[in-house]
């Protein structure tokens, strides 16, 4: 390739560039006008304004927005705490809720007792309770007790109707039963 056919093959590749940049710039306000007709389109009975539309849709997403503003994040210091919320917000999910930290407090109270052979991770809710049981730290009024509240969590838990029919002051009678004994629980210690 000699000099003449790079500068050849240079102006035919700058030469579109440059017409497409003086047309633009010969025609602007041409080219503002026909683009601001474009924001309002009419066609026999149908008529468009671009604008209206964009505006409107941004109206909707400031309502939506703040409709869906998010909610006051609330933070727990306490299991005693979330327990007693959930009581008055989802009455069933309260009682899971206590039901899985007594769970969580009896399993605690063999462990520190070290009153079963069993791995902690093998032992079940009803081993635990008949190790304290054995063990003489669990009365048969709590042993009773205990039984009734598994027995109320279970149907609470697979049965749709229990869920419906539980209000918010069974609930929280349950809870304050349940942080009752988890207190009760988390105060055995081993002796000496």
């Given at each position: 390739m000699d000099w003449?056919?790079?500068?050849?093959?240079?102006?035919?590749?700058?030469?579109?560039p440059v017409v497409g940049l003086t047309f633009l710039?010969?025609?602007k306000t041409e080219l503002s006008k026909i683009v601001q007709r474009l924001a309002h389109l009419k066609y026999k009975d149908l008529e468009i304004a671009f604008d209206k539309i964009k505006q409107d849709a941004q109206e909707l997403q400031l309502k939506s927005a703040?409709?869906?503003?998010?909610?006051?994040?609330?933070?727990?210091?306490?299991?005693?705490?979330?327990?007693?919320?959930?009581a008055e917000r989802?009455?069933?999910?309260?009682?899971?809720?206590?039901?899985?930290?007594?769970?969580?407090?009896i399993a605690s109270a063999v462990g520190r007792l070290a009153i079963s052979s069993e791995s902690p991770s093998y032992r079940s809710l009803?081993?635990?309770?008949?190790?304290l049981e054995?063990?003489?730290?669990?009365?048969?009024?709590?042993?009773?007790?205990?039984?009734?509240?598994?027995?109320?969590?279970?149907?609470?838990?697979?049965?749709?109707?229990a869920i419906l029919s539980i209000s918010s002051?069974?609930?929280?009678?349950?809870?304050?039963?349940?942080?009752?004994?988890?207190?009760?629980?988390?105060?055995?210690?081993?002796?000496?």
């Open positions: 003449l056919q790079f500068i050849s093959s240079l102006i035919s590749s700058i030469a579109w710039f010969l025609f703040l409709m869906t503003a998010p909610k006051e994040s609330v933070e727990f210091t306490s299991l005693e705490e979330q327990i007693m919320d959930a989802t009455p069933s999910a309260a009682i899971l809720l206590a039901w899985s930290g007594l769970e969580t407090a009803m081993h635990n309770i008949e190790s054995q063990a003489g730290r669990l009365s048969k009024s709590h042993k009773q007790l205990l039984n009734e509240m598994r027995m109320l969590r279970n149907k609470v838990a697979h049965e749709q109707s002051n069974q609930a929280l009678d349950y809870a304050k039963t349940a942080i009752d004994l988890i207190k009760h629980f988390e105060s055995y210690q081993r002796l000496g």
